[in-house]
């Protein structure tokens, strides 16, 4: 399985981004799927998850202001980020979570993108 990133950049505070995670080699549709980022020199951190079934997870500091989709299709999902903070400055990670356990351990997910940058201003 392969997941790519893409959408993040530089935007101001209250400003709006959107994610993009394409997934190749496998169906993803019915996988459980997390969005995770990570800030210089503290741990990643799961932002938003989708079931297998579609029941979606937001982490507290996100609900409200992030959407999490998925476009089944195209293979792929989504995180609409608005009303951005600067501590929303990280790098974004999807990933798939491949064994049962915890939506907020980064153990059970297996296939993790390579990251995008996102970095909001204030």
């Known amino acids: 399985v392969q997941l790519v990133e893409s959408g993040g950049g530089l935007v101001q505070a209250g400003g709006s981004m959107r994610l993009s995670c394409a997934a190749s080699g496998s169906d993803i549709t019915t996988n459980a799927m997390g969005w995770w980022r990570q800030a210089p020199g503290q741990e990643r951190k799961l932002v938003a998850a989708?079931?297998?079934?579609?029941?979606?997870y937001y982490a507290d500091s996100v609900t409200g202001r992030f959407t999490l989709s998925r476009d089944n299709p195209k293979n792929s999902v989504y995180l609409q980020m608005n009303a951005l903070k600067p501590e929303d400055t990280a790098v974004y990670y999807c990933?798939?979570?491949?064994?049962?356990?915890?939506?907020?351990?980064?153990?059970?997910?297996?296939?993790w993108g390579q990251g995008t940058q996102v970095t909001v201003s204030s």
């Open positions: 990933a798939t979570k491949t064994a049962s356990g915890p939506y907020s351990s980064v153990d059970y997910y297996g296939y």
């Open positions: 989708i079931s297998g079934d579609g029941a979606i």
